[in-house]
């Protein structure tokens, strides 16, 4: 990741970097865009494409981050003609001059939510039960086009009735079925995000994807790419301790309505909570520097 210590790149450096990315990024963006055009469905993966809405060409694209002066010509990409770029002489760099009161109020309030994420307990205790709280009673299965469910609906029921559940992130919430939202033990709410948002929870983790990407460019491709890498490793979780059955892709389950598999989600959401810290941390120094520049 690039750095304040790193923060003047030659026109063949960060030309480097840029190919290096997009190449990188395009391992990801090349199939989903392959399945999308045979209308072909990934429950695990197509997840980070659709419902996080940030464009397979933006993500493609490589910015240095706030802080960063590339070493530029007149033919500067087209992604740096933008209004929040400047050029003096043969630098071209993130100036904070143009940022509007509604885009420093945004990232002000994402600053605040990540900070408040950061400091506040983490629960572990949840196991992965959302969802199934989104498939109790066979209302509505998400994924039914695209994979089985590996449990009989009854047993699915079963679990969901007889154990305790804690979800605290308003976006998984929202979609348990209708049965199942009285039995969250929390009532998150999408103006209550700031007060219930915990980094123990594996979508809240998976969020600082869609944190980053409402900070481009100023967080930068780097750190923007490590959020996405996390997110996948916290969806394929996600999906691996649910009530499908993956096998066809190539993913063994976490089998969560059993004791051993209640550990082993554990495990791995406190491992995904402890690779969020560090990322987190970098998105809110960055946006104090954004902010700070424009008091």
């Known amino acids: 990741m690039l750095t304040s210590e790193t923060n003047h790149l030659q026109l063949d450096q960060w030309r480097h970097l840029a190919e290096k990315h997009r190449l990188k990024v395009k391992q990801w963006t ?66 904070t001059d143009a940022l509007v009161d509604k885009e420093v109020a945004r990232l002000e309030w994402i600053h605040n939510l990540l900070c408040l994420t950061q400091t506040r307990t983490a629960n572990f205790a949840c196991h992965g039960l959302h969802e199934w709280a989104m498939v109790y009673q066979g209302q509505d299965i998400r994924h039914r086009e695209s994979t089985p469910l590996r449990l009989s609906q009854d047993k699915i029921d079963h679990l969901v009735s007889t154990r305790t559940i804690t979800c605290s992130h308003f976006d998984a919430y929202r979609f348990f079925s209708p049965g199942a939202l009285t039995l969250n033990k929390l009532k998150p709410t999408l103006d209550g995000r700031q007060d219930s948002e915990q980094c123990g929870c594996l979508h809240t983790n998976m969020d600082l994807y869609k944190w980053a990407s409402k900070c481009m460019p100023w967080v930068g491709s780097d750190l923007h790419w490590q959020c996405f890498q996390l997110a996948l490793k916290a969806r394929e979780l996600d999906m691996r301790a649910s009530p499908y059955d993956l096998g066809s892709y190539g993913y063994e389950p976490v089998k969560i309505e059993t004791p051993e598999g209640r550990a082993e989600y554990e495990t791995h959401q406190r491992e995904i909570s402890q690779l969020s810290r560090p990322l987190r941390q970098s998105i809110i120094d960055m946006l104090a520097q954004v902010i700070a520049s424009r008091s």
């Open 30 to 95: 090349v199939p989903y865009r392959r399945r999308k055009a045979s209308h072909q469905q990934h429950p695990v993966l197509d997840f980070l494409f659709t419902y996080y809405p940030f464009s397979l060409g933006k993500l493609e694209q490589w910015h240095p981050g706030y802080g960063i002066q590339l070493e530029c010509d007149k033919k500067r990409p087209e992604r740096y003609q933008t209004r929040h770029y400047q050029q003096l002489e043969d630098i071209v760099s993130l100036s």
